[in-house]
């Protein structure tokens, strides 16, 4: 039995960013986060992470502290 007080949507103090995807790529994407158990939100900031962690890593950004 799923509590009522998990289904309360609780607005995040993090930034928010709008995507807007072809409905194959939406689908894919609720696919891959479901398969790995994650909130469609959390995957993409995990694959977001994983784009500016592979950018800094090939100079393509600075690393934090790094000027």
């Known amino acids: ?3 009522t007080s998990s289904l ?6 993090q930034p928010k960013v709008v995507v807007y995807l072809p409905p194959e790529l939406k689908a894919d994407l ?3 986060a ?3 158990l994650r909130p ?5 900031a995990s694959l977001i992470q994983q784009a ?3 950018a800094k890593q090939e100079g393509k950004l600075q690393k934090e502290g790094s000027k």
């Open 8 to 13: 309360i949507n609780v607005p995040s103090k």
């Open 30 to 32: 609720e696919a891959l």
């Open 34 to 36: 479901k398969k790995e």
């Open 40 to 44: 469609v939100s959390n995957m993409v």
């Open 1 to 3: 039995m799923v509590s």
């Open 52 to 54: 500016v962690d592979k």
